[in-house]
């Protein structure tokens, strides 16, 4: 396979630090772009990549895959997200020394790991890629829930553990967000994935050169076959979050289904992503969970919902052509890689106007969007998909055509491949 053209005549040594681990199996946690990425890299990009990472380790373990040399640092090494751990500070000069990288690359800000790569005080030149936005998403947390609603969010792991409950997490967002604004602040480089995050960082950051990146797929979203309109039986909505979070926006969801579920008794709602449903394995389901459970009870729409788990990309795009429609119901989101593999299968969306998802497609032509929070207008939109043939078929083409052009995989890898020689270029 031939090598994308760039600038770039020798490999260039680029060190991760990353949320996702580089394995031979197959992917059913976040961070599935991160993979897809550094594989293309290896593949078409003549770069040579280095990942540090987090996992269920008791020692920082080198564990190479296939071209990727990988270090998994324990879980808990670092003890306090705004202060560096002096373990790891250690390690990232050591490997620093030993690779001597062209650029390190932070993804995200959430791990903390860009405090640590600061404190150890490197040459190297940093980009910090935004992946979410901890003091942005604060404000929009709760996803709607009253005060009545949190306080039926605490169920027995809330009363063991109180940290556990919505307030307390949301709680932890906000001061791990101070820290946050810090960090981006010390950063020369950052790269965004959205508009939306683009206008926060420019607040925020001036200084700092702001380059906007792509979003890589997993490569069996681009092999896939386009979603076909079906008379099915049931209607099927499909969607799925990351985890029990309230500005995922599942209550809305339930509410916008049980508008439905008398006029149309044949609809479903299949929810994928790692949401603990079930007590088992000694294993006790968080409040909000437990409080999502009885509200679908409470709607009459229980019997009408099916817990999927854990995807795979096989898995989700195997849902996806199976489904009416899917249905992003998010208070917030920094992009949204769900709504962009559903784009790339063609199967029609309906999402929020919530932060970034505006971006991702235009309404009325590749997507049905309706004002965030608002349970009526997404009812509305998505009885317009189920009950138009035509508007049904129409999103499916625009949509698809719209991924294939904004997530092409040599365009997405050319555009990362182009930030890191503009950054290298200067040092």
């Not at 919902?305 to 795979?312: E, F």
Request: glycine share 6%.
């Amino acid at each position: 396979m031939c090598t994308i053209n760039s600038k770039m005549e020798k490999k260039r040594k680029i060190l991760w630090f990353s949320g996702s681990e580089f394995s031979d199996e197959k992917i059913k946690t976040t961070g599935t772009w991160l993979i897809a990425m550094g594989n293309t890299l290896i593949e078409k990009g003549n770069i040579e990549l280095f990942n540090v990472t987090e996992g269920d380790v008791t020692s920082i373990t080198r564990k190479n895959v296939n071209e990727i040399t990988q270090w998994i640092i324990p879980y808990g090494t670092k003890k306090k997200y705004y202060q560096g751990s002096k373990e790891l500070v250690a390690f990232i000069k050591k490997i620093d020394n030993e690779i001597k990288p062209d650029l390190i690359h932070v993804w995200g800000t959430e791990t903390g790991f860009g405090i640590d790569v600061i404190e150890a005080k490197l040459q190297t030149p940093v980009l910090l890629e935004i992946q979410g936005l901890l003091f942005a998403t604060v404000k929009y947390y709760y996803g709607g829930l009253s005060n009545r609603d949190l306080f039926h969010c605490i169920g027995l792991k809330e009363i063991v553990r109180p940290k556990y409950h919505p307030y307390f997490n949301r709680k932890r967002f906000k001061k791990k967000g101070r820290y946050e604004l810090h960090l981006i602040r010390q950063m020369k480089n950052i790269s965004v994935q959205s508009h939306w995050v683009d206008s926060i960082i420019k607040n925020i950051a001036p200084e700092s050169n702001i380059f906007h990146t792509g979003m890589m797929l997993r490569s069996e979203f681009y092999e896939t076959t386009a979603w076909k309109y079906q008379e099915n039986e049931h209607v099927h909505i499909f969607t799925t979050s990351s985890g029990a979070i309230p500005y995922k926006g599942l209550q809305l969801l339930f509410e916008a289904v049980a508008l439905l579920k008398d006029k149309y008794p044949n609809i479903r709602l299949n929810i994928g992503g790692d949401i603990q449903i079930h007590k088992k394995y000694g294993l006790i389901r968080d409040g909000y969970t437990g409080w999502l459970m009885k509200k679908a009870e409470q709607l009459g729409i229980a019997d009408l919902i099916s817990w999927q788990g854990k995807m795979d990309a096989h898995e989700m795009i195997e849902q996806m052509l199976q489904s009416s429609l899917v249905v992003v119901p998010s208070f917030v989101e920094t992009y949204c890689l769900f709504m962009a593999e559903a784009m790339m299968v063609g199967v029609p969306t309906v999402a929020s106007y919530a932060a970034a998802l505006p971006e991702l497609a235009e309404h009325g032509k590749s997507a049905l969007y309706f004002p965030t929070g608002d349970h009526w207008a997404c009812a509305e939109q998505i009885e317009r998909i189920i009950t138009d043939r035509k508007l049904s078929e129409k999103l499916s083409i625009e949509s698809r055509n719209r991924a294939l052009q904004r997530n092409e995989q040599d365009k997405v890898l050319q555009k990362q491949l182009d930030i890191y020689e503009k950054i290298i270029g200067k040092f």
